[in-house]
């Protein structure tokens, strides 16, 4: 860059590209790091941890990186206390400050609701200035600008981590008290709409998952709770292995060199791959053995996913070691995805019940299900497919509104690129 560019860039108003109609003539706003407007400090830890945990009524809230949900604006509670004699080993928090990670997910803020000592891997600002107000702070540091300083600054060649230093050095601009409040104002009703959002889609997943339990006989009965009108004189189900409706196509492993990032044919190596649309896929390759076509169901076999499901509905996908296609060849293919979807926790314990963890081509294909006339699986399938759409739908909406927010974020705070050195 030329001198003459960075004079002009200097000179650069610090102002944000978006602004609310009465603070447009209110002048620029105000530069400090975030060290000069508040305290910052490392939690602490009490080693070994295990002497100093309690269940005690004078136990004090003990907060682990764990414990929060990565969602959530909040921190309103604890898994687990810690004696009193931790707290000279330990940091102590208040309602209204504000923590972060700094390691691993670094850089996510959090609001804490309790008082509450905090583990090493916590950074906490305290005592803010009278200059910035703990929401407006809490915004601007969740903001891409601010994430994007973090994810630059970080240190560590494997497992990038911030600290206290990195981030006194957040540089923080701020408006008036009023046009912060403002700012923070419209972010918090975007958050209130998105929690709001996510628990109806909560409710439609808690919706779908009691039908399921109702729709699919328990175990050791051979019919539903649930029967719709037109099957309930339509007798027992009958006890079948998987392996007389299904097929079980193993994935085959490709070396690095036989896939990229362009390619003929998709290539799914574990669940994190998992989607329908093209333009999600990662991975492609030119070959096409052990592919998993339209209608089969992507089972995972290995790994932390052990029975995560794709319906696939993309023709031909190659797939690794770590997933298996169940192709149906008597039963209805979503009857099977949906019973499959019912056997998740046995699933679960039959890989990690194996000599080297993960399932067995004789797991899937010898689990035993009740199975009903076509007619009733297609019936009971398309109900259940019915709500997957609606769920689907709900989480687009949500991803929708989490999009407008972050493009808000953008504008709503001057980048770093926009203020001036």
Not at 33 to 42: D, E, F, I, P, Y
């Amino acid at each position: 860059m030329t001198e003459k560019r960075k004079n002009k860039q200097a000179k650069r108003p610090l102002v944000p590209r978006l602004r609310f109609p009465e603070f447009r003539g209110a002048g620029e706003w105000e530069e400090k790091t975030l060290g000069a407007l508040s305290t910052v400090v490392r939690g602490g830890s009490p080693r070994p941890i295990d002497g100093y945990l309690t269940k005690a009524a004078d136990g004090l809230n003990w907060l682990k990186i764990g414990d929060v949900d990565k969602e959530a604006k909040y921190v309103a509670k604890t898994e687990e206390k810690v004696r009193p004699e931790a707290l000279n080993k330990t940091r102590v928090v208040s309602p209204g400050d504000l923590i972060l990670s700094n390691s691993m997910s670094f850089g996510r803020p959090y609001l804490m609701k309790i008082k509450s000592c905090i583990h090493d891997g916590w950074i906490a600002i305290t005592k803010p200035s009278e200059l910035v107000s703990r929401e407006y702070l809490y915004y601007l540091i969740f903001s891409p600008t601010s994430q994007s300083y973090f994810l630059n600054n970080a240190a560590g060649s494997g497992v990038l981590n911030l600290n206290a230093e990195i981030i006194r050095a957040l540089p923080v601009a701020f408006p008036s008290s009023l046009e912060q409040q403002k700012i923070a104002d419209c972010l918090s009703c975007l958050d209130d709409l998105i929690a709001a959002e996510t628990q109806k889609l909560d409710t439609l997943k808690a919706h779908q998952k009691g039908l399921m339990q109702q729709l699919f006989p328990r175990e050791e009965e051979a019919v539903p709770r649930l029967r719709f009108p037109e099957f309930l004189d339509a007798g027992e189900w009958e006890r079948l292995s998987l392996s007389t409706q299904v097929n079980l196509i193993s994935g085959l492993h490709l070396a690095p060199d036989e896939y990229a990032d362009t390619g003929e044919v998709p290539y799914f190596t574990g669940p994190s791959d998992f989607s329908n649309e093209l333009t999600s896929v990662k991975k492609w390759t030119i070959r096409s053995e052990n592919s998993g076509r339209t209608g089969d169901i992507l089972i995972t076999v290995k790994g932390n996913g052990v029975g995560e499901l794709l319906y696939l509905i993309l023709d031909g996908v190659a797939i690794g070691r770590q997933l298996m296609a169940v192709r149906p060849s008597k039963a209805y293919g979503k009857f099977v995805f949906h019973f499959l979807a019912t056997q998740r926790k046995l699933l679960i314990a039959l890989a990690s019940g194996n000599l080297i963890p993960g399932l067995s081509r004789g797991d899937i294909l010898g689990l035993k299900a009740f199975i009903p006339k076509y007619d009733e699986q297609q019936k009971i399938a398309d109900c259940l497919s019915s709500i997957d759409d609606l769920i689907t739908a709900q989480c687009q909406k949500i991803d929708i509104l989490k999009i407008h927010k972050k493009g808000l974020m953008q504008q709503l705070f001057p980048a770093l690129d926009e203020v001036p050195a």
